[in-house]
């Protein structure tokens, strides 16, 4: 059975850092891209940042130059880096998989709080 499990989130002030990671089991397809996404109260979830295989990512323009999206593929695992947060950076964050092939299939990990406070 594919599970994601996410940990790493918490309270932190603002200007910290947290890491956050996410490893993959049971997925028995390679996994094609790797990302994060987050939910704050009240509002829709929203993209951060994605990883492919080959390495290359991308990122929303409100994390740029402060969340770093990396993988370990022996691992299955993707991480997130996040620096110089910021009280708005506050949500639940959830890691995405998807694999290679056809069909594509779509994981979710359960979410992660991340609380950005003073």
């Known amino acids: 059975q594919a599970q994601l499990v996410e940990s790493g989130g918490g309270l932190v002030q603002p200007g910290g850092s947290l890491r956050l990671s996410c490893a993959a089991s049971g997925i028995i397809s390679s996994i094609s891209t790797m990302a994060w996404f987050r939910q704050a109260p009240g509002k829709q979830r929203e993209f951060l940042a994605r990883i492919v295989s080959n390495g290359s990512t991308n990122y929303v323009d409100s994390v740029k130059g402060r969340f770093t999206i990396s993988r370990d593929n022996t691992k299955n695992t993707v991480y997130l880096q996040m620096n110089s947060l910021k009280p708005e950076d506050t949500a639940v964050y959830y890691c995405?998989?998807?694999?290679?092939?056809?069909?594509?299939?779509?994981?979710w990990g359960q979410g992660t709080q991340v609380t950005v406070s003073s």
């Open positions: 995405n998989v998807i694999t290679s092939g056809l069909p594509r299939l779509s994981y």
